[in-house]
C-alpha cells in the first residue's frame, strides 16, 4: 500500500518524496523522477494529467495525494482529476500563486502556498537576526531549516482570509506568475 504519493514538483517533488520515504510509504511519479530514484524512492515516469497513465499506477490504495507542479493550472487539473476518479482521502496541493487559493479550497483540497512558506522561512531567518549566510543557502540547509516543523508551521492554510486583500479584481483564469 503507497500511504503518500508524490505527483509532479521536479524537485520540490522529489525532495518530498525523499525526505517522506524515511517515515512513510512513498512513491513519486513525475515526467522525470530521476533525482528521487537515484535516492531510493519508488519513481515512475508518468504524465500527471493523463487519467490513464495515473489508472496503471493504482491509487486505490493511496491515502494521501500531493500535487506539486511548478504551474496552478496544471495543478488544479491533476488535483480534480483525482479528487474525481479516484478514491484518494486526502488531496494536498501546491499553489504558486496566493491569489488561486480561493479557487483551490473551493475544489475541497488542502493547500500549501509556497510564497507564504517561503516569506515565513525567510521571516524566521530573519527575526532570528542569522548572520551565516548557510542559513538561507540553497546547498547549505536553508532548505532543511524551511521545512523544520517550527518553521513550516502553519504552511498549510485553511482560511482563505489569511492573504492579504488586493485591489486587483478576482479573475476566473489561474496567474501563476509567481
Known amino acids: 500500500m503507497i500511504r503518500t504519493l508524490i505527483v509532479g514538483g521536479d524537485h520540490v517533488g522529489g525532495r518530498l518524496a525523499i525526505r517522506l520515504a524515511d517515515v512513510d510509504t512513498v512513491q513519486y511519479l513525475d515526467d522525470d523522477p530521476v533525482d528521487a530514484t537515484e535516492a531510493g524512492v519508488v519513481g515512475r ?21 500531493v500535487v506539486a ?20 482521502d486526502r488531496v494536498i496541493v501546491r499553489i504558486n ?4 487559493r480561493g479557487l483551490f479550497e473551493t475544489t475541497g483540497v488542502e493547500t500549501v502556498c509556497v510564497v507564504d512558506a517561503l516569506a515565513r522561512a525567510l521571516e524566521a531567518a530573519v527575526v532570528r537576526n542569522t548572520e551565516d549566510p548557510a542559513d538561507l543557502g540553497v546547498e547549505t540547509g536553508a532548505n532543511e531549516a524551511a521545512m523544520d516543523a517550527e ?8 482560511d482563505p482570509t489569511s492573504v492579504e486583500p488586493t485591489t486587483e479584481p478576482r479573475s476566473n483564469r489561474l496567474d501563476s506568475r509567481a
Open 69 to 88: 507542479s511548478e504551474t496552478d493550472s496544471v495543478n488544479l487539473l491533476v488535483s480534480q482529476l483525482i479528487r474525481t476518479s479516484f478514491d484518494v
Open 97 to 100: 500563486d496566493p491569489r488561486n
Open 45 to 65: 515516469e508518468v504524465d500527471i494529467t493523463d487519467r490513464r497513465q495515473l489508472e496503471r499506477v493504482g491509487l486505490d490504495d493511496v491515502e494521501t495525494v
Open 151 to 158: 518553521d513550516a508551521r502553519g504552511v498549510v492554510d485553511d
